[in-house]
């Protein structure tokens, strides 16, 4: 079985910063990519960061100098430290892992995470 667990979300003010977390088991985590996705609603849902398994890391331009993707494989946890929130960061977080771009991954059920003042 393979379980993906997202933790960390919560009401921050803008400007504040949050840390979330996605854990996973049933996999060999070392090997897999983790990403981590949001959804406002209304709005689709859209890629916010990645990491791969040698450690390589990609961010959407909306996020780059605020948000950084990392992994501690000894954990098997993937995180995604939030800082210089902005209202518009408002969505609930997903994180996925996947191995192969062929596949369609394992996604967790969602955090939500709300800037406002």
């Known amino acids: 079985q393979v379980q993906v667990v997202e933790s960390g979300g919560g009401l921050v003010q803008p400007g504040g910063s949050l840390r979330l977390s996605c854990a996973a088991s049933?996999?060999?985590?070392?090997?897999?990519?983790g990403e981590w996705y949001r959804q406002a609603p209304g709005k689709q849902r859209e890629l916010v960061a990645s990491?791969?398994?040698?450690?390589?890391?990609n961010y959407a331009d909306s996020v780059k100098g605020r948000f950084t993707i990392s992994r501690d494989n000894a954990k098997n946890t993937v995180s995604l430290q939030m800082n210089s929130l902005k209202p518009e960061d408002t969505a609930t977080y997903y994180c996925?892992?996947?191995?192969?771009?062929?596949?369609?991954?394992?996604w967790g059920q969602g955090t939500q995470v709300t800037v406002s003042s």
């Open positions: 990491i791969t398994s040698g450690g390589s890391t």
């Open positions: 996925r892992l996947y191995r192969s771009l062929f596949s369609s991954g394992s």
């Open positions: 049933g996999i060999i985590f070392s090997r897999y990519t």
